[in-house]
């Protein structure tokens, strides 16, 4: 949230590579979800063979405190432009592998029949978590007029601190994970690593529906990398918000967000992933094209701060679907090709809105993609495989 959406993503944009910080951002992001594409499957499947989920987990974490902790030297100008988005690629590449181990420890902490609204207080949380961070940047280091702890407002220290500030908050609260989750163990048959990627495939093929679910989930996905990575600079580009109305802006759509993955993953638990996605895809599809022309500010932000409703029941039941149809002792290599469903074409968004950016100079050009992506994931759908397992 405070990196590669709204604090981090706009200081390089508007401050460190003003006149095309918008396309090296847009590729920085689709090498980042290359680069995950292809590690993920491999390092959730060695997960898997040892038994080493929290391990793996911790390795990521550890990158991801100290890559986004050195973005304080990022100051103010093109001389630091390589060495921001170097920084930012091992960040984004770390903190989105985490959840390929993060997400396949859900099951054994909770019952099928209430992983729903585990797994939706889970993203709730996370949202919450994300405000009070965004809020406390923005009262300690962002508003006041003169900066707290000698910190030089002519050399924006007051933003980039906030990375440092992300790094530790990131380390405490992830600690709690590493001291009372236990993972559990399976004895899982020793062959080598690429034979497990294999068979991890071969299970996603014998489960119905679920290839299909993970192309739609890969398209659907897409839309949101765009939301995510762009959410800010669309805003600020297009409707003139300042620093302080961006991060203003990030608490809102947290906080619906987060309410939206609470109170619906616990309907999630009666109706089943699949229909909430398909809600939650269909509503998502009309707000997001209201936001693509809002012609007013006021009229962007109601209909953005709606879409975080659904955006946070679309992620927690995307995931609750692959756990509640998945062998125990296959759960992180079948996570890991999850994760490909999310970014082997997450490339794209980046990329078109870079190109679209460039072709069109505007971010409106740029942001249509993600419209389109949610049009093509709802359609490639299909039948709910939760029904037929």
Known sequence: TLHATFIFAVYYVGSVSPKTGSAEWAWMNSLAALTIAVVCPIIGASADQKANRKTWLGIMMATGIITTGLLWFVKPNSNWMLYALILSYLSIVSMESLFTFYNALLPSIVKKDKIGSVSGFSWAAGYFGAI??????????????????????????????????????LLIFGLPLFIWIKEPHFKNEKVSLFKTVEQGIQTARTIPGLVRFLIARMIYADALVVVFAFGGIYATNVFGFTQDEVIGFAIGINLTAGIGAAIIGWFEDRIGGFKTIRLSLFCLIGLSFIVLIAPTKDLFLLSALIMGIFIGPLQSASRTVVARVTPPEQMARIFGIYMISGKATSFLGPLLYGILFTIFDSDRAGMSIAVLFLLIGILVLGRDLESEN
């Open 132 to 169: 009070l961070c965004l809020a406390l940047v923005l009262v300690i280091f962002i508003l006041p007029e003169e900066a707290p702890f000698g910190l030089q407002k002519e050399q924006a220290e007051q933003v980039r601190i906030t990375m440092p500030f992300c790094a530790i908050w």
